[in-house]
């Protein structure tokens, strides 16, 4: 019997460990967006909050606009690679 206290003491535990772990991440992301604001200003109406885990500074703003545009380059880069394998392969299937 004293095993299932024992246990439920321990979920317990995991439980209060867990919750104050999610709160101490909760504090450090709140610290790194004020420093991340205070430093980088938005002056932009397309900016928006981003979280980059590996990035010196994890939380940033980014501009909207800025990163649509970048993203339509890379798809048109990917497109034409794309285009020239489709070439490629028939090509060597009528050969």
Known sequence: ???????????????????????SIEAFLMQQLELSSSLQPSTSLGASVAYHELAEFPVQNVDLVDQLERHVSELGNLQARLSFLNREIRYLMKV
Not at 18 to 23: G, R
């Open 1 to 23: 019997m004293s095993t299932g206290k024992t246990s439920a003491e321990s979920n317990s535990a995991r439980g209060q460990n867990v919750l104050s772990q999610a709160s």
